[in-house]
């Protein structure tokens, strides 16, 4: 299957690879998450399963309890993701902390 994907220059959607397909769409249901919108509405607005947005999701939270306490490629051997999907997680996560304390300002 490797040789395939090689030759023809595509990545199979099996599992193991699904996850790493795009980060696209790991930034949109995250997104919609953090907006506080239910996983079963994220689901049918992005025309996934509600397992899958649920996988995100969970996968999300589980970096986001981990982020600060080990490094980016022991969360990724932990939780059995790829690293660039957990760096992509992180990024997900600065940025609402940014946001959550931009938030916070008093003017």
């Known amino acids: 299957m490797k040789a395939y994907q090689t030759e023809q220059g595509v990545i199979l959607p099996y599992w193991g690879t699904i996850r790493d397909i795009g980060p696209s769409m790991t930034q949109v249901i995250i997104a919609k998450f953090l907006r506080g919108i239910p996983a079963p509405h994220i689901a049918r607005t992005t025309q996934h399963t ?3 947005c649920d996988r995100y999701i969970k996968g999300f939270k589980k970096v986001r309890m981990l982020n600060g306490k080990i490094k980016p ?16 997680y ?3 996560i600065d940025e609402q902390r940014v946001i959550e304390g931009e938030g916070n300002h008093v003017s």
């Open 50 to 52: 509600e397992g899958a």
């Open 73 to 88: 490629l022991e969360i990724a051997r932990i939780l059995e993701m790829s690293e660039r999907l957990v760096k992509e």
């Open 90 to 92: 992180i990024v997900l």
